[in-house]
Antibody, heavy 119, light 110 residues
Framework: QVQLVQSGAEVKKPGASVKVSCKASGYTFTHFFIHWLRQAPGQGLEWMGWINPSNGVTTSAQQFQGRVTMTRDTSISTAYVDLSRLKSADTAVYYC????????????WGRGTLVTVSS | QSVLTQPPSASGTPGQRVTISCSGSSSNIGRGYVYWYQQLPGTAPTVLIY???QRRPGVPDRFSGSKSGTSASLAIDGLRSEDEADYHCAMWDDSLSGWVFGGGTKLTVL
């Protein structure tokens, strides 16, 4: 079954870091880009960045540069996003999604991971 | 503040035609393709329309997309209760080397 399975919900304190995983199955992991997006409660979607699993090259949105790290482990077909120096405004559902090319639409999404930042 | 602008809400009665707009500028919509995603309550988005007006296989032909200048629209004909969802426009922005989204439109079927 072609799917992206994300890790479970997280609760973090301000200033901490969070790492969310996204395991691909049913397709060749290195043939598709993996993007990370988030959606704050009641808000729209915000793109965070992408990773090319075939070579590990990443690009992140300007507002996340310096705080976000995207990695992958091809041996287990899993991508990761690490967001540091968390603030309450980072409370959101974090999604991974794949695309055949970095500028083509997202044709497969994970179910999302809720990250709550609260003191 | 989203790069692309959508109305926060839209509504219609069953059978009606509803249109959702997405406006941008000459540096984004005016230069590239617009995509539309549907997000049913409590689920992840799925793509409806790609490259301005192409329906993804399996999407009913009640859904159509268009683009003119720096604006794009999603139209839903013969509105049905199951169309109640959030709709997001998106596009790849070459100048940012990344994806930009509208703020999303919540469609209510009355």
């Amino acid at each position: 079954q072609v799917q992206l399975v994300q890790s479970g919900a997280e609760v973090k304190k301000p200033g901490a870091s969070v790492k969310v995983s996204c395991k691909a199955s049913g397709y060749t992991f290195t043939h598709f880009f993996i993007h990370w997006l988030r959606q704050a409660p009641g808000q729209g979607l915000e793109w965070m960045g992408w990773i090319n699993p075939s070579n590990g090259v990443t690009t992140s949105a300007q507002q996340f540069q310096g705080r976000v790290t995207m990695t992958r482990d091809t041996s287990i077909s899993t991508a990761y996003v690490d967001l540091s120096r968390l603030k309450s405004a980072d409370t959101a559902v974090y999604y991974c999604a794949r695309s055949l090319m970095k500028d083509l639409y997202f044709d497969l999404w994970g179910r999302g991971t809720l990250v709550t930042v609260s003191s | 503040q989203s790069v692309l602008t959508q109305p926060p809400s839209a509504s219609g009665t069953p059978g009606q035609r509803v249109t959702i707009s997405c406006s941008g500028s000459s540096s984004n919509i005016g230069r590239g393709y617009v995509y539309w995603y549907q997000q049913l309550p409590g689920t992840a988005p799925t793509v409806l329309i790609y490259r301005n007006d192409q329906r993804r296989p399996g999407v009913p032909d009640r859904f159509s997309g268009s683009k003119s200048g720096t604006s794009a629209s999603l139209a839903i004909d013969g509105l049905r209760s199951e169309d109640e969802a959030d709709y997001h426009c998106a596009m790849w922005d070459d100048s940012l080397s990344g994806w930009v989204f509208g703020g999303g439109t919540k469609l209510t079927v009355l």
